[in-house]
């Protein structure tokens, strides 16, 4: 890998790690289904009017914009205003990694190799201890919301996969389009119509901070790189990076807000981040394709 590719690859790993904190500015005094609302609305315009539609069925568009924004970042946004930490939101969001890898078997037949296995058992036993020995940054709440966000994540994936879209990027701007809409319908249900005007009377600064960056550093500008990067490079080169995600979302947890972790927590999340790290470490001899479900660029 060239070592300028390289550097931006980290830099867009800092960035998504960031990112959590970055929700954290927005959703610690705004609702957090309309802060991730905001984000998908300026994600997509006014870029939509420069990237042509892909050619695919609205229905996919659709349904990827419904799971991505609210299955996934709705619930993530959730997750850290119910009392989940940034960082910790983000190390348990890896458990993605473990949803996709049985969505390759239930639906694709994919196969998990032996270290796969072994994998999945060391960071389900770090997972488990690194809520039980909580320091008051994991909330039950928060761990259900994280979790479903982990489960959406490789759903997206079969979206994207089922679609037969060869422009993930286009699909991706496409999609957000219908993010906005069901993360408003949700916070309405949930809090009556007066969420939207106390939310825009109390909207501000660290609001559209937030928001800005989660739409366009994080979204815009992290989805063009990663893309471009995939076309270049084997998913098997570029999926262990994103465990450097939950390492900079922990570094800016606790250099913005003092975020702590246990040292069970650390040595637990070191396990949990080690075990994801097998499951991802490429095969020598590919066995079915669970590293392709495992890497969807759309699913980062």
């Known amino acids: 890998m060239q070592g300028r590719d390289l550097l931006l690859i980290i830099s867009v790993m800092a960035i998504w ?4 904190s970055m929700i954290k500015l927005g959703v610690s005094e705004m609702d957090p289904l309309l802060i991730a609302a905001a984000r998908f609305f300026c994600a997509t315009f006014p870029i939509i009017f420069f990237v042509r539609r892909p050619t695919v069925s609205w229905r996919y568009l659709m349904a990827y ?12 946004s959730c997750a850290i205003t119910w009392g989940l930490s940034s960082g910790m939101a983000s190390v348990l969001l890896q458990t993605d990694v473990l949803t996709t890898v049985l969505v390759g078997v239930l639906l694709y037949k994919e196969v998990i ?3 796969m296995a072994a994998g999945i058992v060391v960071s389900v ?8 020995y909580t320091n ?3 909330t039950f709440a928060g761990v259900v919301l994280i979790l479903i966000a982990a489960i959406c994540w490789p759903l997206a994936g079969v979206i994207v996969r089922a679609s037969g879209t060869r422009s993930a990027f286009a699909f991706n701007i496409w999609g957000m389009l219908f993010a906005p809409l069901p ?7 949930i809090n009556g119509w007066e969420v939207l005007s106390t939310t825009y009377q109390q909207w501000n600064s660290n609001a559209w901070l937030s928001v800005l960056f989660q739409a366009y550093p994080t979204t ?16 098997s080169q570029l999926a262990p990076m994103t465990l450097l995600v939950s390492v900079f979302a922990l570094l800016s947890g606790y250099a913005l807000y003092d975020e702590q972790l246990s040292m069970a927590q650390w040595v637990s999340c070191s396990t949990f981040l080690l075990g994801i790290g097998l499951v991802l470490y490429p095969q020598r001899k590919p066995v079915g394709s ?11």
């Open 125 to 132: 036993a770090g997972l488990v201890v690194s809520i039980m």
């Open 290 to 300: 669970v590293g392709k479900s495992v890497a969807n660029p759309s699913a980062l």
């Open 183 to 189: 993360l408003v319908a949700l916070s309405v249900g």
């Open 113 to 115: 190799s032996p270290r």
């Open 136 to 138: 008051g940054n994991v």
């Open 65 to 76: 914009g419904v799971v991505f924004g609210t299955g996934i970042w709705g619930m993530a």
């Open 220 to 235: 815009v500008f992290g989805y063009w790189v990663w893309n471009k990067m995939v076309l270049k490079y084997p998913m």
């Open 17 to 20: 790690g960031f990112n959590f």
